[in-house]
Protein backbone atom coordinates (compact mmCIF):
# COMPACT_ATOMS: atom_id res chain seq x y z
CA UNK A 1 0.00 0.00 0.00
CA UNK A 2 3.04 2.31 0.36
CA UNK A 3 4.02 2.11 -2.90
CA UNK A 4 0.79 2.41 -4.45
CA UNK A 5 0.29 5.58 -2.09
CA UNK A 6 3.48 7.00 -3.64
CA UNK A 7 2.56 5.97 -7.03
CA UNK A 8 -0.99 7.88 -6.49
CA UNK A 9 0.84 10.99 -5.12
CA UNK A 10 2.97 11.30 -8.63
CA UNK A 11 0.20 11.20 -10.17
CA UNK A 12 -2.07 13.58 -8.36
CA UNK A 13 1.19 15.89 -8.84
CA UNK A 14 1.29 15.56 -12.50
CA UNK A 15 -2.61 15.95 -13.25
CA UNK A 16 -2.29 18.88 -10.98
CA UNK A 17 -0.08 20.32 -13.58
CA UNK A 18 -2.67 20.98 -16.14
CA UNK A 19 -5.34 22.23 -13.80
CA UNK A 20 -3.86 24.67 -11.29
CA UNK A 21 -7.17 23.88 -9.13
CA UNK A 22 -6.76 20.40 -8.63
CA UNK A 23 -4.03 19.82 -6.73
CA UNK A 24 -5.22 21.99 -3.41
CA UNK A 25 -2.80 21.19 -0.94
CA UNK A 26 0.43 19.19 -1.12
CA UNK A 27 3.34 18.49 1.73
CA UNK A 28 4.86 15.63 1.08
CA UNK A 29 8.83 14.66 -0.58
CA UNK A 30 9.90 17.23 -2.99
CA UNK A 31 11.14 14.77 -4.52
CA UNK A 32 8.07 13.55 -5.44
CA UNK A 33 7.28 16.61 -7.44
CA UNK A 34 6.94 15.86 -11.25
CA UNK A 35 10.97 17.02 -12.69
CA UNK A 36 9.00 18.63 -16.26
CA UNK A 37 5.70 19.01 -17.87
CA UNK A 38 4.11 17.65 -20.97
CA UNK A 39 3.44 19.84 -22.78
CA UNK A 40 -0.66 18.46 -23.82
CA UNK A 41 -2.92 16.89 -21.77
CA UNK A 42 -1.99 12.64 -21.28
CA UNK A 43 -5.51 11.98 -20.46
CA UNK A 44 -4.74 8.17 -22.29
CA UNK A 45 -1.79 7.81 -19.86
CA UNK A 46 -3.89 9.50 -16.72
CA UNK A 47 -6.39 7.11 -16.89
CA UNK A 48 -4.33 4.08 -17.73
CA UNK A 49 -2.26 4.31 -14.67
CA UNK A 50 -5.61 5.67 -12.47
CA UNK A 51 -7.37 1.78 -13.60
CA UNK A 52 -3.88 0.01 -12.88
CA UNK A 53 -3.42 1.43 -9.52
CA UNK A 54 -7.01 0.58 -8.48
CA UNK A 55 -6.75 -2.46 -9.91
CA UNK A 56 -3.33 -2.58 -7.17
CA UNK A 57 -5.52 -1.96 -4.54
CA UNK A 58 -8.39 -4.39 -4.59
CA UNK A 59 -5.48 -7.28 -4.81
CA UNK A 60 -3.47 -6.15 -1.94
CA UNK A 61 -3.96 -6.61 1.47
CA UNK A 62 -4.56 -3.52 3.80
CA UNK A 63 -6.49 -1.29 5.96
CA UNK A 64 -10.20 -1.68 4.24
CA UNK A 65 -11.09 1.97 5.17
CA UNK A 66 -7.83 3.19 3.59
CA UNK A 67 -8.13 0.97 0.77
CA UNK A 68 -11.43 2.39 0.31
CA UNK A 69 -10.76 5.91 0.49
CA UNK A 70 -8.63 5.61 -1.92
CA UNK A 71 -10.26 4.03 -4.87
CA UNK A 72 -12.45 6.66 -4.50
CA UNK A 73 -10.11 9.40 -4.52
CA UNK A 74 -8.91 7.89 -8.04
CA UNK A 75 -12.51 7.57 -9.37
CA UNK A 76 -12.72 11.19 -9.11
CA UNK A 77 -9.06 11.77 -10.59
CA UNK A 78 -9.94 9.35 -13.59
CA UNK A 79 -13.30 11.37 -13.96
CA UNK A 80 -11.75 14.61 -13.64
CA UNK A 81 -8.88 13.82 -16.48
CA UNK A 82 -11.77 12.75 -18.61
CA UNK A 83 -13.91 16.04 -18.34
CA UNK A 84 -10.47 18.24 -18.54
CA UNK A 85 -10.00 15.91 -21.83
CA UNK A 86 -13.62 17.02 -23.04
CA UNK A 87 -15.97 14.70 -22.14
CA UNK A 88 -19.06 15.75 -20.31
CA UNK A 89 -21.38 14.84 -17.74
CA UNK A 90 -24.79 15.60 -16.15
CA UNK A 91 -24.29 17.69 -13.21
CA UNK A 92 -25.80 14.40 -10.89
CA UNK A 93 -22.98 12.28 -13.04
CA UNK A 94 -20.32 14.38 -12.03
CA UNK A 95 -21.53 15.02 -8.73
CA UNK A 96 -21.76 11.63 -8.20
CA UNK A 97 -18.38 10.35 -9.95
CA UNK A 98 -16.18 13.52 -8.04
CA UNK A 99 -18.04 13.60 -4.75
CA UNK A 100 -19.38 10.21 -3.88
CA UNK A 101 -22.99 11.76 -3.57
CA UNK A 102 -26.12 12.14 -4.77
CA UNK A 103 -27.16 15.64 -4.46
CA UNK A 104 -31.21 15.96 -3.81
CA UNK A 105 -33.00 18.07 -6.14
CA UNK A 106 -36.25 20.44 -4.82
CA UNK A 107 -39.18 21.75 -7.26
CA UNK A 108 -39.66 25.35 -7.67
CA UNK A 109 -42.97 25.22 -5.64
CA UNK A 110 -40.20 24.35 -2.81
CA UNK A 111 -38.37 27.02 -2.57
CA UNK A 112 -41.34 29.61 -3.43
CA UNK A 113 -42.82 28.35 -0.13
CA UNK A 114 -39.90 28.99 1.96
CA UNK A 115 -39.93 32.60 0.36
CA UNK A 116 -42.99 33.15 1.52
CA UNK A 117 -41.95 32.45 5.11
CA UNK A 118 -39.55 35.12 4.79
CA UNK A 119 -42.20 37.68 4.00
CA UNK A 120 -42.93 37.72 6.95
CA UNK A 121 -39.94 37.83 9.02
CA UNK A 122 -38.20 40.37 6.63
CA UNK A 123 -39.55 44.16 7.73
CA UNK A 124 -40.56 47.32 5.70
CA UNK A 125 -42.54 47.41 2.40
CA UNK A 126 -42.36 46.60 -1.11
CA UNK A 127 -40.59 43.88 -2.97
CA UNK A 128 -39.20 40.85 -1.06
CA UNK A 129 -35.94 40.88 -2.17
CA UNK A 130 -35.47 45.07 -2.29
CA UNK A 131 -36.43 44.60 1.71
CA UNK A 132 -33.87 41.64 2.45
CA UNK A 133 -30.98 43.75 1.02
CA UNK A 134 -32.01 46.87 2.90
CA UNK A 135 -32.55 45.25 6.27
CA UNK A 136 -29.20 43.15 5.47
CA UNK A 137 -26.88 45.15 4.53
CA UNK A 138 -27.22 47.03 8.40
CA UNK A 139 -24.87 44.60 9.42
CA UNK A 140 -22.15 44.82 6.90
CA UNK A 141 -18.66 45.10 8.53
CA UNK A 142 -17.36 48.40 7.68
CA UNK A 143 -13.91 47.83 5.39
CA UNK A 144 -11.50 49.79 8.12
CA UNK A 145 -13.07 46.99 11.25
CA UNK A 146 -12.76 44.26 8.52
CA UNK A 147 -9.03 42.75 10.14
CA UNK A 148 -10.11 43.34 13.98
CA UNK A 149 -13.66 41.73 13.64
CA UNK A 150 -11.90 39.01 11.89
CA UNK A 151 -8.59 38.20 14.04
CA UNK A 152 -11.10 38.17 16.83
CA UNK A 153 -13.52 35.64 15.18
CA UNK A 154 -10.75 33.53 14.52
CA UNK A 155 -9.00 33.78 17.92
CA UNK A 156 -12.40 32.84 20.08
CA UNK A 157 -13.02 30.09 17.22
CA UNK A 158 -9.44 28.81 18.01
CA UNK A 159 -9.61 28.95 21.86
CA UNK A 160 -12.95 26.77 21.95
CA UNK A 161 -11.27 24.58 19.44
CA UNK A 162 -8.11 24.29 21.32
CA UNK A 163 -9.97 23.87 24.93
CA UNK A 164 -10.85 20.38 23.39
CA UNK A 165 -8.30 18.94 21.04
CA UNK A 166 -4.76 18.80 21.18
CA UNK A 167 -3.09 20.14 18.03
CA UNK A 168 0.17 20.23 17.23
CA UNK A 169 2.53 22.48 19.07
CA UNK A 170 3.42 25.12 16.63
CA UNK A 171 -0.19 25.01 14.58
CA UNK A 172 -0.68 28.80 12.91
CA UNK A 173 -2.17 30.91 10.18
CA UNK A 174 -1.34 33.54 8.20
CA UNK A 175 -4.89 35.67 7.68
CA UNK A 176 -5.27 37.64 3.73
CA UNK A 177 -7.35 40.20 2.27
CA UNK A 178 -7.55 39.54 -1.39
CA UNK A 179 -9.88 40.76 -4.33
CA UNK A 180 -11.09 39.12 -7.80
CA UNK A 181 -11.88 35.99 -6.51
CA UNK A 182 -15.65 33.83 -7.53
CA UNK A 183 -15.42 32.59 -3.35
CA UNK A 184 -15.78 34.73 -0.24
CA UNK A 185 -12.97 32.81 1.80
CA UNK A 186 -10.20 30.23 1.16
CA UNK A 187 -7.53 28.00 3.68
CA UNK A 188 -4.62 27.00 1.59
CA UNK A 189 -2.89 24.53 3.90
CA UNK A 190 1.08 24.25 3.87
CA UNK A 191 2.00 21.68 5.67
CA UNK A 192 3.65 21.22 9.32
CA UNK A 193 0.01 22.80 10.66
CA UNK A 194 0.32 25.77 8.54
CA UNK A 195 -2.12 27.83 6.73
CA UNK A 196 -2.58 30.73 4.75
CA UNK A 197 -6.32 31.68 5.41
CA UNK A 198 -7.91 34.48 2.63
CA UNK A 199 -10.81 36.39 2.77
CA UNK A 200 -12.38 38.20 -0.20
CA UNK A 201 -13.20 41.96 -0.33
CA UNK A 202 -14.83 42.32 -3.21
CA UNK A 203 -18.29 43.00 -1.94
CA UNK A 204 -19.27 44.19 1.45
CA UNK A 205 -19.21 41.35 4.53
CA UNK A 206 -21.80 40.56 7.10
CA UNK A 207 -21.14 40.26 10.52
CA UNK A 208 -22.79 36.63 10.13
CA UNK A 209 -19.63 35.76 7.82
CA UNK A 210 -17.28 36.98 10.81
CA UNK A 211 -17.75 33.45 12.76
CA UNK A 212 -18.85 31.21 9.97
CA UNK A 213 -15.72 32.19 8.28
CA UNK A 214 -13.12 31.85 11.18
CA UNK A 215 -14.64 28.56 11.89
CA UNK A 216 -14.61 27.35 7.96
CA UNK A 217 -11.33 28.08 7.23
CA UNK A 218 -9.92 28.13 10.65
CA UNK A 219 -10.93 26.26 13.41
CA UNK A 220 -12.31 23.95 13.92
CA UNK A 221 -12.63 23.68 9.89
CA UNK A 222 -10.35 23.83 6.98
CA UNK A 223 -7.10 24.11 9.02
CA UNK A 224 -7.95 21.87 11.82
CA UNK A 225 -9.01 18.94 9.38
CA UNK A 226 -6.02 18.99 7.46
CA UNK A 227 -3.79 19.25 10.37
CA UNK A 228 -5.47 16.16 11.88
CA UNK A 229 -4.81 14.14 8.75
CA UNK A 230 -1.32 15.36 8.54
CA UNK A 231 -0.74 14.39 12.60
CA UNK A 232 -2.64 11.10 12.37
CA UNK A 233 -2.94 9.81 8.73
CA UNK A 234 0.07 11.28 7.13
CA UNK A 235 2.92 11.42 10.46
CA UNK A 236 1.05 8.54 12.48
CA UNK A 237 0.09 5.72 10.59
CA UNK A 238 2.83 6.93 7.71
CA UNK A 239 -0.06 7.08 5.07
CA UNK A 240 1.79 9.33 2.76
CA UNK A 241 -1.52 9.65 -0.10
CA UNK A 242 -2.65 12.54 2.80
CA UNK A 243 0.23 14.53 2.47
CA UNK A 244 -1.49 15.59 -1.19
CA UNK A 245 -5.12 16.81 -1.46
CA UNK A 246 -6.89 16.63 -5.02
CA UNK A 247 -9.49 19.05 -5.16
CA UNK A 248 -12.50 17.45 -6.84
CA UNK A 249 -12.50 14.21 -4.87
CA UNK A 250 -14.79 12.54 -2.48
CA UNK A 251 -12.25 14.23 0.54
CA UNK A 252 -13.18 17.79 -0.26
CA UNK A 253 -17.14 16.83 0.56
CA UNK A 254 -16.48 15.53 4.20
CA UNK A 255 -14.06 18.88 4.13
CA UNK A 256 -16.57 21.13 3.09
CA UNK A 257 -18.84 19.52 5.27
CA UNK A 258 -17.23 19.63 8.04
CA UNK A 259 -16.06 23.34 8.07
CA UNK A 260 -19.95 24.25 7.89
CA UNK A 261 -20.92 21.90 10.66
CA UNK A 262 -18.38 22.92 12.46
CA UNK A 263 -19.56 26.61 13.39
CA UNK A 264 -22.58 24.72 15.21
CA UNK A 265 -20.00 22.57 17.05
CA UNK A 266 -17.73 25.51 18.11
CA UNK A 267 -20.68 27.69 18.82
CA UNK A 268 -23.27 26.04 19.65
CA UNK A 269 -27.50 27.41 20.25
CA UNK A 270 -27.56 30.68 21.63
CA UNK A 271 -24.11 30.88 22.52
CA UNK A 272 -22.97 32.40 18.75
CA UNK A 273 -25.37 35.39 19.18
CA UNK A 274 -24.77 35.82 22.48
CA UNK A 275 -21.00 36.08 21.57
CA UNK A 276 -21.58 38.10 18.36
CA UNK A 277 -24.09 40.65 20.63
CA UNK A 278 -21.50 41.16 23.21
CA UNK A 279 -18.50 41.07 21.41
CA UNK A 280 -18.39 41.64 17.51
CA UNK A 281 -21.15 43.65 16.84
CA UNK A 282 -19.59 46.50 19.50
CA UNK A 283 -16.26 46.03 17.38
CA UNK A 284 -17.85 46.41 14.30
CA UNK A 285 -19.85 49.39 15.48
CA UNK A 286 -23.54 47.75 14.53
CA UNK A 287 -26.56 48.17 16.30
CA UNK A 288 -26.70 44.70 18.43
CA UNK A 289 -30.22 45.54 19.24
CA UNK A 290 -31.50 43.95 15.93
CA UNK A 291 -28.74 40.64 16.42
CA UNK A 292 -31.54 38.17 16.70
CA UNK A 293 -34.48 39.48 14.10
CA UNK A 294 -30.81 39.46 11.80
CA UNK A 295 -30.01 36.04 12.49
CA UNK A 296 -34.30 34.92 12.61
CA UNK A 297 -34.01 35.92 8.95
CA UNK A 298 -30.53 34.62 7.92
CA UNK A 299 -32.08 31.39 8.93
CA UNK A 300 -34.48 31.33 7.21
CA UNK A 301 -31.76 32.35 4.04
CA UNK A 302 -30.19 29.18 5.09
CA UNK A 303 -32.92 27.35 3.83
CA UNK A 304 -32.88 28.47 0.64
CA UNK A 305 -28.96 27.20 0.31
CA UNK A 306 -29.68 24.56 -2.56
CA UNK A 307 -31.62 26.52 -4.54
CA UNK A 308 -27.77 27.44 -5.67
CA UNK A 309 -27.17 23.86 -6.53
CA UNK A 310 -30.46 24.37 -8.48
CA UNK A 311 -28.57 27.15 -10.52
CA UNK A 312 -25.60 25.46 -10.77
CA UNK A 313 -27.49 22.35 -12.28
CA UNK A 314 -29.72 23.75 -14.71
CA UNK A 315 -26.55 25.91 -15.79
CA UNK A 316 -24.04 23.33 -15.84
CA UNK A 317 -26.67 20.93 -17.57
CA UNK A 318 -27.03 23.82 -20.83
CA UNK A 319 -30.20 24.69 -19.57
CA UNK A 320 -30.17 28.26 -19.15
CA UNK A 321 -27.68 30.94 -19.49
CA UNK A 322 -25.48 32.97 -16.96
CA UNK A 323 -27.84 35.12 -17.18
CA UNK A 324 -30.81 32.99 -15.95
CA UNK A 325 -28.52 31.52 -13.39
CA UNK A 326 -27.96 34.57 -12.02
CA UNK A 327 -31.60 35.51 -12.14
CA UNK A 328 -32.53 32.61 -10.07
CA UNK A 329 -30.42 33.00 -7.50
CA UNK A 330 -31.91 37.03 -6.88
CA UNK A 331 -35.23 35.47 -6.85
CA UNK A 332 -34.44 32.16 -4.79
CA UNK A 333 -31.57 33.46 -2.28
CA UNK A 334 -32.11 37.02 -2.59
CA UNK A 335 -28.76 37.71 -3.68
CA UNK A 336 -27.83 41.23 -5.28
CA UNK A 337 -27.32 41.07 -8.66
CA UNK A 338 -23.50 41.58 -8.23
CA UNK A 339 -23.00 38.47 -5.64
CA UNK A 340 -25.47 36.50 -8.15
CA UNK A 341 -22.66 37.01 -11.03
CA UNK A 342 -19.86 36.28 -8.57
CA UNK A 343 -21.57 33.02 -7.77
CA UNK A 344 -21.82 32.36 -11.58
CA UNK A 345 -17.94 32.93 -11.91
CA UNK A 346 -17.70 30.08 -8.88
CA UNK A 347 -19.60 27.72 -10.98
CA UNK A 348 -17.53 27.98 -13.96
CA UNK A 349 -14.50 27.40 -11.85
CA UNK A 350 -15.69 24.79 -9.69
CA UNK A 351 -18.51 23.51 -11.40
CA UNK A 352 -20.85 20.69 -9.21
CA UNK A 353 -18.46 21.38 -6.11
CA UNK A 354 -21.04 23.61 -4.94
CA UNK A 355 -22.77 20.38 -3.27
CA UNK A 356 -20.31 19.68 -0.94
CA UNK A 357 -21.45 23.29 1.48
CA UNK A 358 -24.41 22.07 2.21
CA UNK A 359 -25.29 18.59 1.13
CA UNK A 360 -21.83 18.08 2.80
CA UNK A 361 -22.80 19.64 6.19
CA UNK A 362 -26.59 17.94 5.75
CA UNK A 363 -24.32 14.39 5.88
CA UNK A 364 -21.97 15.44 8.56
CA UNK A 365 -24.82 16.68 10.95
CA UNK A 366 -26.63 13.16 10.30
CA UNK A 367 -23.94 11.50 11.24
CA UNK A 368 -22.34 12.49 14.15
CA UNK A 369 -25.86 13.33 15.53
CA UNK A 370 -26.68 9.83 15.16
CA UNK A 371 -23.54 8.88 17.06
CA UNK A 372 -24.89 11.07 19.67
CA UNK A 373 -23.09 14.05 18.79
CA UNK A 374 -26.32 16.17 19.50
CA UNK A 375 -26.40 19.17 20.51
CA UNK A 376 -27.43 18.52 24.03
CA UNK A 377 -23.96 16.24 24.17
CA UNK A 378 -21.12 18.93 23.15
CA UNK A 379 -18.94 16.76 24.84
CA UNK A 380 -19.74 13.73 22.74
CA UNK A 381 -20.24 16.08 19.45
CA UNK A 382 -16.36 17.68 19.89
CA UNK A 383 -15.51 13.85 20.13
CA UNK A 384 -17.36 12.51 17.00
CA UNK A 385 -16.45 15.50 15.45
CA UNK A 386 -12.48 14.53 15.76
CA UNK A 387 -13.15 11.25 14.93
CA UNK A 388 -14.39 12.02 11.65
CA UNK A 389 -11.37 14.50 11.18
CA UNK A 390 -8.98 12.26 11.58
CA UNK A 391 -9.94 9.28 9.83
CA UNK A 392 -10.73 8.32 6.13
CA UNK A 393 -14.19 9.14 5.17
CA UNK A 394 -16.23 9.24 2.19
CA UNK A 395 -20.06 10.22 1.83
CA UNK A 396 -20.72 6.77 1.14
CA UNK A 397 -19.01 5.51 4.29
CA UNK A 398 -20.96 8.47 6.92
CA UNK A 399 -24.72 7.13 5.71
Known amino acids: ?50 NNLISQIQSVEGNKDRKFMLVMQLIAARTKVEMMNGKVYSF ?36 LSDRYNEFVNQFNIPREKLDTVFQTAIEEARTRTMARYDLPEKENFVLEYVTDKS ?18 IDLPIKISRAIDLACHEGYPGHHVFN ?63 KADQYYEVQALIGKLSYAGNEAARMYLNGEISRE ?20 TRFFDQYRSYVINYNLGKDLVANYIESKGGTADNPERRWEVFKELLSNPNTASSIK
Open 1 to 50: MDSIAEDYVRLMLEIGQHDSDFVDAYYGPEEWRPESKSDSLPADDFITRT
Open 92 to 127: DEEAKLLYDAKPPTYSESYYDSLLMDLENAVPGEGE
Open 183 to 200: WSGYNYYQGNSQSLIQIN
Open 227 to 289: ALLEQNLVNGKGWKEYSVYPLFSPQSLIAEGSANYGIEVAFPGEERIKYEKEVLFPLAGLDAS
Open 324 to 343: EAAEWMERYQLNEPQRAMQR
